[in-house]
């Protein structure tokens, strides 16, 4: 009885943490800590070439950055004033660009 | 009016015209034109003062004779007004400025250049700080207007009459020094061009101009507008507040107050 | 009543007259104080002196995509809005002035801002020093000594002296800039100047792009998503607009006509 009850209570307690980002919201934030900066590196990458990027891959990255100026305007902590300055204009500047790109390509 | 308002206008008024004056720098223009051996002086002396040496006296005319006004403020970069420049011993030594060519080293006309500053004061030394940090009548100056103008055509007040000098092959003007000078394409040649002012027209000597100055002297600061006619500015300007033509012609340049060097229409 | 206000009218008139200057030349920067920015956006209310900023110290190391794209600067002087706070952050000028790191191997990046500094502490000088004596580290002569000279501008010829290898901009530093894939050369193309008479220009795309990257001029500064389609002029370059934007403070200033209008005069 008393195994049966341990294992329920931590079935339960993995099924919550499995599962309680998308139920509760306590885990809300797509990213860790630091992983929207991973984020910023792995969209911002490609700007060198955005001039050969298809319509679609332009699409995607925008949309990207749209999510992450987002969840930037949504820092909190030590830093948050700094951050948000900082890469709110470093996220904007590849966003437009790849938006730029996207026009020409449009119009081509 | 009360006899106390009206001595308040006038005082007011005269305040004014004295600001006004002396902040437009309008006394330097109304001054009688300098003798001929004085026209185009400037005096410099952003640090000589300091230094405890004789401000600059530089003479135009005798650099005129042998350089385009483009080599010297457009190449070297001197400003356009005494004292803009800022030039210290130190640029001098450094090879800027004076010291592009007065290096000690260069050889121009046949002739080693003397060096310009020192980092110490000896007696020998002194004898080459003067030929430029004392007065023009000095006697360590080794030119003097007279002599050297003596062969030059001149016009009324014994100025050097320097197209005339050129064409008649006089002077010749150097405009481009190796070390100094960069090369560039050339631009066009520019064309003369009338401005219409009722019946004084003015033919300006575009093609003149350009050759002894290049573009960069007048475009764009002095002359801003890319279209002809776009730039508007008065007599009053060029003579009283030494703006647009006035820039040159009221302190290097021939005199405003020969008018018929530009209003030609005058003379028929 | 009418009288006087007409008399004071007037008199405002003269003074403004006199005052306002236009049609002279105005001074032109000298080699070392060609590119400098003094930004006070909070040094003075701060009590200290305002940051003055040459641009030809960090030219002479870095490429201009480094500072402006990656860490961010904006073009022009007091837009970013740099706080102390966001130096010690390790963000801006903190991205390497942090005490710590050695973006060359010689050299330890003096901190900028740092909590503990009073503000007696000379290293404040080092930046906070307008209007102030101070014996800057790197002097401008000595640094360009022998370099290939060009006239106007700082001076030099910038582009001699990467070629010949006397400058090596970074363009990459470690935590601060992005892995990105090598940038694809964009072409040179010809620009035809309104004015009659005045040499094509060719603009050197490539050069820029190697030296800028993408973003710091695109969108921004020029809109236009196919050739031809943004119209600007002289006027509009010598507001600061367009090629405006670098080419009057820090870049050659556009007094050297014959930089752009290469073309051979026909």
Not at chain 1, 7 to 26: A, E, K, P, Q, R
Not at chain 2, 43 to 52: E, F, T
Not at chain 2, 226 to 254: D, L, N, P, W
Not at chain 3, 148 to 158: C, D, L, M, Y
Request: proline share 3%; glycine share 6%.
């Amino acid at each position: 009885m008393k195994n049966f009850s341990r294992f329920t209570l931590l079935s339960l307690l993995f099924l919550y943490l499995f599962f309680g980002n998308c139920i509760v919201g306590n885990f809300s934030s797509v990213y860790a800590q630091d992983d929207w900066k991973q984020e910023y590196s792995s969209v911002c990458a490609k700007t060198q070439n955005a001039m050969i990027l298809t319509p679609e891959e332009l699409k995607s990255y925008i949309d990207r950055c749209d999510k992450l100026l987002a969840l930037i305007n949504e820092l909190e902590g030590e830093q948050a004033a700094t951050e948000k300055k900082v890469y709110t204009k470093r996220v904007k500047m590849c966003r437009e660009l790849y938006q730029f790109a996207l026009e020409y390509k449009e119009h081509k | 009016m009360a006899p106390i308002q009206k001595l308040l206008s006038a005082f007011i008024i005269a305040l004014t015209v004295t600001v006004s004056a002396s902040a437009a720098d309008y006394s330097h223009y109304l001054r009688h034109i300098p003798p001929a051996e004085n026209f185009g002086q400037v005096v410099l002396d952003n640090y000589s003062h300091k230094a405890g040496v004789l401000p600059v006296t530089f003479d135009h005319w005798l650099h005129r004779a042998k350089f385009t006004c483009r080599l010297c403020h457009i190449d070297i970069g001197f400003a356009m007004k005494a004292e803009m420049t800022e030039i210290s011993a130190a640029d001098n030594m450094s090879g800027y400025y004076c010291g592009a060519c007065h290096d000690g080293k260069r050889v121009f006309d046949g002739r080693n250049i003397f060096g310009s500053c020192a980092e110490n004061y000896t007696e020998d030394k002194g004898k080459r700080c003067a030929r430029c940090h004392s007065s023009a009548e000095a006697e360590e100056r080794k030119y003097d207007y007279k002599s050297f103008s003596e062969k030059l055509p001149k016009l009324p007040g014994n100025l050097i009459d320097w197209e005339k000098a050129e064409s008649e092959g006089k002077v010749k003007l150097t405009d481009f020094l190796e070390g100094v000078s960069f090369k560039r394409e050339p631009l066009k040649a520019q064309d003369d061009f009338t401005i219409k002012i009722r019946s004084w027209d003015v033919i300006f000597s575009h093609r003149k101009h350009t050759v002894w100055n290049g573009c960069e002297l007048c475009h764009p600061m002095i002359f801003p507008s890319t279209k002809r006619g776009t730039t508007k500015y008065s007599m009053f300007q060029i003579m009283m507040k030494g703006e647009y033509c006035g820039v040159c012609h009221t302190s290097v340049a021939f005199s405003v107050w020969l008018c018929a060097k530009c209003h030609i229409t005058l003379d028929e | 009543m009418k009288k006087a206000i007409f008399t004071t009218t007037l008199l405002f008139a003269i003074i403004g007259i006199a005052f306002a200057q236009n049609g002279v030349k105005k001074k032109r920067p000298l080699p070392f104080d060609f590119g400098r920015v003094v930004i006070n956006n909070y040094s003075e209310a701060s009590h200290i002196a305002p940051v003055v900023f040459d641009h030809w110290l960090h030219r002479a190391k870095f490429t201009c995509r480094l500072c402006h794209v990656d860490i961010g600067f904006a073009m022009k002087a007091g837009a970013t809005d740099i706080k102390a706070r966001d130096n010690i952050n390790g963000y801006y000028c903190g991205t390497c002035h942090d005490g710590t790191r050695r973006v060359f191997a010689d050299t330890l990046m003096f901190s900028s801002c740092k909590e503990e500094f009073a503000q007696k502490d000379e290293t404040c000088d080092r930046c906070h020093s307008s209007g102030k004596n101070v014996k800057k580290k790197y002097d401008f002569r000595e640094f360009v000594k022998g370099w290939p000279r060009e006239r106007f501008g700082n001076g030099v010829n910038w582009e001699k002296a990467e070629e010949r290898e006397l400058i090596i901009p970074y363009d990459y530093i470690e935590g601060v800039s992005i892995k990105r894939e090598k940038l694809i050369a964009q072409q040179d193309f010809k620009i035809a100047p309104k004015v009659e008479g005045m040499p094509d220009i060719i603009f050197s795309h490539e050069k820029h792009t190697l030296w800028n990257g993408c973003e710091l001029c695109h969108p921004e500064i020029f809109t236009g998503i196919k050739k031809g389609l943004t119209k600007y002029s002289m006027l509009d370059i010598y507001e600061g607009k367009y090629c405006g934007v670098c080419h009057i403070n820090v870049a050659f200033p556009l007094l050297d006509c014959q930089r752009c209008h290469t073309e051979k005069v026909q």
